[in-house]
């Protein structure tokens, strides 16, 4: 089976034409040049049409893909990522940077204490490294706690 | 004596004691990100670049903080590849044949002294190298214009394809998307939006920071949830460390062949330190023959590759400080330090920026003497950190990504386009799509679209501009002027399409990624 380059391939086409249209619809200015701003990114497109052309025509091999539970790991990660970018802003550092790298560590080693303790080590840890000899002004706890 | 006045300038700024300590931490740095399986030179320079800036460095403390970590990690990546048959970074992968061998039969000690030494040699013939031929270059630069330049890029992201993937379409892609993305954001001659979406955050255009981070530590995590950290324990131990001084003294040879062949792969534009030591190892491994016993745990079978990857990286120093385009993907990040702190490399780098530049050179000779006292004598230390497990290893990693990026731009935004660059990373890491040309896309496109749209304005719209002809205006007619665009053009499709052919003759080490 070569399916998933050949899925690659049409993904590619696809966000080409997208790339396409999104460069027509660039206003022009009254300062212009022979150029001009739309020529450079529609060749783009058309070499990244031309490569997703040969992904569907002629595929490599399909490479290992994870199974489901790996897949599963993988995408509580990524959920606790983007939880975390959101969290940093109005929970501070301390809280959310345990909860999200403990989580991180149980997921490649699995087993409950030392992720935890990995979890409070590294917030803590990275905390005083940023704070005290990087200078940069991270806030430890919610702003609501620190009055 | 040009160049002893330089030398001059050069330790006058490195000898400062803060410059001396950043060049000191810098190595210190490098090596333990280079020896850390999972953080190579251009990941582990890329999540400190953040970091530096929020020390607020200037530019000379800046670069030279960030070349020693770039040297100390191809230092580095030596000491995984021998303990443990994981390459430390990608350019340490060739560092693996001859070296845990070595360690399996007791020999790790020699092994780490030999290829420590061996690594200290090629360096120092890099940056010698640097210092002799970046001045010339410069010189021939200087003549430069925009069609020179727009060939240039084009030869820099066709030879990059050919070692990073096995399949040029895909290296293709990844330049095609990396310049796509650099297009996001105004357009720098009419100063109109393109590829907003009508995103406020995209205005200013992806950070190429967020995009190397994402691309190269997120993906990383990406990669050790999926194996669960198999790949990570100390599989030889290491007894007393001692100096072999005759596999030393007959490895001399070797050490200068492999430095010369990995500088001039450095030099090239978009080879790196990767190529080195593979074209350093075979090369070495040809000359020796067969009972040279390449792989089978032999001294110069370590000697030849890490004198290979260093001397590549420094001798990608020397495109990236002289004409602006990387050699790697190393130097690339380097190049977009040195751009934010609004220093635009190229020919006018050496007159306008003495201090910059030599204090750069002197900083990486200092800092060679302190990586070969550190890599010889102190091994062991970093051999002991080597043993911080990956489920402590990785999640630092992320956090500290987390905040370099934050403290860039303090927007919960630009967190999520890193994590949105991990999951394309780990993606494209299992297609095997390069990454490094994305980089180098998002990092040069508007400069190679400018170089095009200025080689246009100059000729009024004529293509054949861009093959080196000129109107000549008391003939009337176009005239053959330079044949360096159409060389550098007839370079770049020769580059493109070598590797085609020679895949199938020599066989590539696997991903290509310093």
Redesign the interface.
Known sequence: MKL??RL?GVV?ILGALA?TA??FQ????F?????G?KT??LM??G??T???L??VF?P?DD?A??GRM?LG??VI??LV??A???A??PLG?LIP?AI???I???????RPL??AI??L???IG?FLI?RYA???G?QPLPKAWLG | MELLSNLALGFSVALTPFTLFLAVAGCFLGTIIGALPGLGPSNGVAILIP?AF??GLDATSALVLMTAVYYGAMYGGRISSILLNIPGDEPALMTTLDGYPMAKAGRAGDALVLSGFASFFGALFATIGLMLLAPLLSRIAYQFGPSEYFALYLLAFSTLGGIAS??Q??A??AS??G??IA?IGL?N???????T?GNLHLMDGVDFLVAIVGLFA?AE??V???S??RESSIGVKLGKVTLPARDLAKGIGTMLRSSVIGFIAGVLPGAGASLGSFLAYMGEKNVQGEKGGFGTGVPKGVMAPEAGNNAAAGGALVPMLTLGVPGSGTTAVLLALLLTLNITPGPTLFTDRPDVVWGLIASLLIANFVLLAMNVPMVKMFVHILSV????L???V???S??GI??LS?S?FD??LM?FF??VG?IFR???VPTVPIILGILLGNH??DA??RA??LS??DWRFLFGFRWHAPSDAYEFYSAIPSSLLALAVAGFLAPIFLRRVIKKPRAVSD
Not at chain 2, 389 to 392: E, I, L, R, S, T
């Open positions: 998933s380059d690659f590619v790339y999104g460069a660039i206003q022009s200015s300062m212009s040049d022979p150029v701003s450079f990114p783009l497109a070499v990244a031309i490569c997703g040969v992904f002629r490599d490479p893909w994870p790996t790991n993988i990660a990524v990522m983007v975390y970018a959101h940093l802003k550092f940077t999200c790298a403990a991180l560590s149980f997921q490649i080693s699995p030392p992720a990995t979890g080590g590294l917030s990275l940023f990087l200078g940069l991270l | 970091l929020s020390l096995r399949n379409a895909k293709a892609l095609c998307m310049l796509g297009m357009d001659q009419t100063g109109m939006p393109r590829f979406g997120v995590v990406f050790f949830i999926e669960h950290g497990p990956a489920w402590v990785l999640p630092g992320m956090m500290i987390f905040v934050y403290s303090g919960y967190l999520l994590i991990g999951i780990w299992k297609l095997d190679m679209e095009l749209r246009m304005i009024d719209g």
